[in-house]
């Protein structure tokens, strides 16, 4: 059976990938990376989500040196996260370099596991203004994978597949539903609490996720969100 690696956050987007490639008929190889975020609860989530899944090998890596430098709101505690509403700009919730070292890790990973793809939830259109959510940059790492590891200059190069790249949150969330996937299991809010708080962008952009695929979200929120 052929291997694929996903980067599994313990998100609704991660967790859709991964329902994704387990109906695509891969071996599922999901990797989560403690990079000291703020909202740690989702650790617990992605090894919920993976044992729904039954996976074989779930890893977990551990890069404390984005919390060491700072610069995002996810990551150090004395920015606050943001509630005022979704923005085109890029927020203070973004992490310098995340999705450049969680790509470079799990390509890592796949080739010595010998894994054709990578799945990754990044989506260009109902995000964040995040810079590492676009084409461009996906286009960009594959380019690096075949021409800088083993398995690209042998003529095996891995894929990194975003099949939520260009979905409204609406779209990921039916097609979510209509695999099984287990939301219930997973967690989204930038603030990291046991209930979700329905005001940062994350929490804003799954209740409207939810909403357009006229369906009710199943992780509790508080009072006044998501009644």
Known sequence: MAKAVVILSG???????????????????????DYGQRHRIELESAKKVAAFYGVKDHRIVSIDFL????????????????????????????????????LAIAASYAEVIGAEAIYIGVNALDYSGYPDCRPEFIEGVEHVLRIG?????????????????????????????????PYEL??????????????????????KGFAEAGAKDPIPYRPGFND
């Not at 987007?13 to 989560?32: K, Q, V």
């Not at 939520?164 to 609406?170: I, Y």
């Open 11 to 33: 998100g609704l987007d991660s967790a859709t990938c991964m329902g994704i490639a387990h109906a695509a008929g891969y071996e599922l190889c999901p990797i989560t990376f």
């Open 67 to 102: 919390r060491q430098i700072g610069g995002s709101a996810l990551t150090d505690e004395s920015i606050d996260v943001p509630t005022e509403g979704v923005s085109r700009e890029i927020p203070v919730t973004y992490v310098p370099g995340r999705n450049l070292l969680f």
């Open 149 to 181: 590891t083993k398995a690209g200059v042998e003529g095996r190069p891995i894929r990194i597949e975003t099949p939520l790249l260009h979905w409204t949150k609406g779209e990921i969330v039916r097609k979510g539903l209509e695999l099984g996937v």
């Open 186 to 207: 997973t967690t989204s809010c930038y603030q990291g609490g046991e209930v979700a708080c329905g005001e940062c962008d994350s929490c804003r952009l799954r209740l």
